[in-house]
């Protein structure tokens, strides 16, 4: 095995051909709208680096240079650095991957780049009918995003989310996840590969072995699931195992199909409280490749999160009752030494997104690895046969038709068409009437010539997944410019193509009074920044009817106590202006919510 202390290390001679098999192990980020000279570093002469991630800071933003809403620059901007690491010596074309789960997670869906599509949870929360079932929108979804990406020169996709929401604090997956039933989430797993295979984009299913069953995110710290093999195998690993089984993907589909492992420890699996999934042997190689047989690549996700990076160590999951340990984290090993574990452990490629300095250490310290023994070559070698078996699956030796095709203008323009389509028909079913006392009809919750008020909260840190970290919607101080947030000034516009409409961003800081007038209020993951509902309460002591916007997840109500219920409660799964203009056109009776909740909730 590849960290076997065991086997006599063997020394060997690092050569231009190792290092060349080496890069193929590593997908790295950069930053800019256009190729910065550290993306072309790495990809030549001596990293020669085989896979990138784009990322929205790449794609989105102002100002000259900026690729934003010029999508025949970004498939240009790929062209070239395809091109690049051809006349630099490599053997085979880059994986170009990104997040593109849909929803909140889209690093692509900018205006006039790649369309914008529901994320998991909206997804799930679509019901079916006569003539089409959740699933199959979902394939659909998922398949327009493909032809899409595929375009601009976009091969992978680091979606879907497989976790589990099993947790409803949980503060990084939520409604990234396609709900808390392992079954269900199977089944809509297998819908978005489906359709992302099906235009020729590998999806990377993530976070193995399960990140939902935490409330703590691995972006800040490590989470730990106190869980044994059986218990993983019912929830956390279930998504994995039905999903990606040969019995359900085909032998085409599944020489696409990536996984991603995520940074969580499994001590009962293990036997160590600080050890990632994402680098143990016991967790990559034993369960994911022996116990599932899953022959496919592993990318680990990025080891910039601090589960990984941070050498100090913040915190963990509290205990269960029953354990007696006293062991706290004191930190990850670090990014360099992070990606030599990784590959120790079975992943194929190690993901770092963001700085130069730690994906140059990291290479680099991975070529000292195979040079001294602690990394095995062979297996290394048979690892990056399984990357070029996926590469060919993909199309991307040189001269194919998918690496020499120009922009098409007309064809972008017609899957453009399409997909807005797609988008609209699947948005339409996204909103869910949890619980209603304002109307006990058919009617609309609030006819056409009510005095609204509408309340947003404030813009808070989302997750580290969501929020943007690359100065776009931030001050250089960490500031957020827009304080209201540009899908709920969406959302106000929208109300007010109904009903004249005021609206007030509200804060933990300033009393909330509503008097006179119907409201709307927008909460946004309410049941943990609870202020919301201090808001809310406030607001339900007025004379007018009240409408609640559950914007993320639909907990927000959970042991909510009112001496009012005289209020309507709607959620839509998340807080893109696409699903709360739909959220408005429900509230004033022009659309029906026919959504379902796609986890379980009791108010």
Not at 551 to 557: F, G, K, N
């Amino acid at each position: 095995m590849l960290g076997d202390s065991s086997q006599m290390a063997k020394t060997v001679e690092l050569t231009e051909e190792i290092k060349k098999e080496i890069g193929q192990h590593f997908v790295l980020g950069f930053h800019g709208p256009t190729l910065s000279e550290d993306i072309l570093i790495l990809t030549k002469a001596p990293y020669y680096l085989g896979n990138v991630i784009l990322m929205k800071r790449n794609v989105a933003g102002s100002g000259e240079g900026y690729a934003g809403g010029r999508p025949q620059e970004i498939a240009g901007m790929m062209r070239s650095l395809q091109e690049h690491a051809r006349n630099a010596g490599q053997s085979i074309g880059l994986g170009v991957g990104t997040d593109q789960e849909g929803g909140l997670v889209s690093a692509f869906s900018a205006p006039n780049v790649v369309t914008q599509f529901p994320g998991a949870m909206a997804l799930a929360s679509i019901s079916d009918t006569e003539s089409q079932s959740s699933l199959e929108i979902t394939q659909r979804v998922y398949a327009s995003q493909a032809k899409e990406l595929s375009l601009l020169g976009v091969n992978w996709t680091y979606a879907p989310v497989a976790d589990v929401n099993s947790d409803r604090r949980n503060p990084v997956i939520g409604i990234r996840s396609f709900g808390d039933d392992p079954d269900m989430v199977s089944k809509y797993v297998l819908a978005a590969c489906k359709g992302l295979v099906s235009e020729g984009v590998a999806p990377s299913v993530k976070h193995f072995p399960g990140h939902g069953d935490t409330h703590v995110d691995s972006h800040l710290g490590l989470p730990r699931i106190r869980k044994g093999l059986e218990e993983l195998g019912n929830v956390e690993c279930y998504p994995w195992r039905k999903a990606l089984s040969s019995e359900t993907m085909d032998a085409a589909g599944a020489e696409l199909v990536t996984v991603m492992t995520g940074h969580m420890s499994l001590p009962l699996i293990t036997g160590k409280e600080d050890e990632p999934a994402s680098l143990s042997r016991a967790v990559t190689h034993g369960i994911l490749r022996e116990k599932m047989k899953f022959e496919g690549v592993v990318v680990t996700d990025c080891l910039e999160m601090d589960a990984i990076a941070n050498t100090k160590g913040i915190g963990s999951n509290p205990r269960s009752a029953d354990d007696n340990s006293t062991e706290e984290w004191y930190g990850g090993p670090g990014i360099e030494e992070g990606a030599v574990q990784a590959l120790e452990a079975g992943a194929d490629i190690v993901m770092i997104c963001h700085t130069f300095d730690k994906q140059v250490g990291a290479i680099e310290r991975v070529w000292t690895a195979v040079e001294s023994g602690r990394l095995n070559l062979d297996e290394l070698r048979a690892s990056g046969e399984r990357i070029k078996k996926w590469k060919k699956a993909l199309g991307l030796e040189w001269g194919s038709a998918r690496l020499s095709q120009s922009w098409d203008q007309a064809k972008w323009t017609q899957v453009k068409e399409e997909s807005a389509k797609v988008s609209a028909e699947a948005y339409d079913g996204v909103a869910v009437l949890v619980n209603s006392t304002v109307i006990k009809d058919s009617g609309p919750l609030l006819p056409s010539n009510a005095t609204v008020v509408v309340l947003t909260p404030a813009m808070e840190s989302y997750n580290a997944a969501v929020d943007d970290a690359e100065g776009v919607l931030r001050t250089q101080g960490g500031a957020i410019r827009n304080t209201a947030g540009d899908s709920f000034l969406s959302f106000v516009n929208s109300v007010k193509k109904h009903a004249p409409a005021t609206h007030i961003v509200y804060d933990q800081h300033t009393p909330v009074a509503v008097q006179g007038s119907d409201a709307i209020i927008v909460l946004r993951n309410a049941d943990r920044s609870v202020w919301q509902l201090d808001a809310l309460r406030s607001v339900l002591k007025g004379t007018g009817r009240v409408i609640v916007v559950s914007s993320s997840t639909p907990y927000d109500l959970i042991s909510f106590n009112a001496e009012s219920t005289n209020y309507a409660h709607i959620a839509c799964g998340e807080y893109t202006a696409p699903a709360l203009d739909v959220v408005a056109d429900v509230i004033f009776g022009t659309k029906k919510a026919t959504g379902r909740l796609a986890v379980a909730v009791q108010e």
